[in-house]
């Protein structure tokens, strides 16, 4: 039961991330928008890991490697559709975007083509979470 919850919270902290994400970019703000899709990204992929119980698989759990998170649900022979699997690009947005000595700009194409992984990576991991519960 716990597991479910967990999930599910995990994936109301996605969906928050996403609309944050939305307001951002209307404001201008495209370095926080990014990053908050990277975080919708890896909110959403560990709430498919805590669902099927591979956290222990993971290691550290707090990472930001959406790459690490994809390779264990591959791992685990977990089919996931080309936008789960191309999602691990959007890794960069967690270190590129946060700090000024690191930042590199991100265009409105990058943001679009972020904001759909996302979403996509969102729906397919809701459609596990709602499998499993």
Known sequence: ??????????????????????????????????????????KSLKAVV???????????????????????????????PPDVLNSPSLTRYAFTTRYPDDYVPVSEEEYEEAYEVAGKVYEWAKGIVEEHS
């Open 1 to 42: 039961m716990r597991r479910k919850e967990d999930a599910r919270r995990w994936l109301q902290f996605t969906k928050e991330d996403l609309e944050a994400a939305t307001v951002m970019e209307e404001k201008g703000y495209r370095r926080i928008a990014v990053f908050l899709l990277q975080q919708a990204v890896e």
């Open 50 to 80: 805590i669902i099927l119980g591979l956290e222990g698989k993971v290691g550290k759990f707090k990472t930001h490697d959406i790459g690490h998170l994809v390779d264990v649900l591959i791992e685990e022979d977990v089919p996931m």
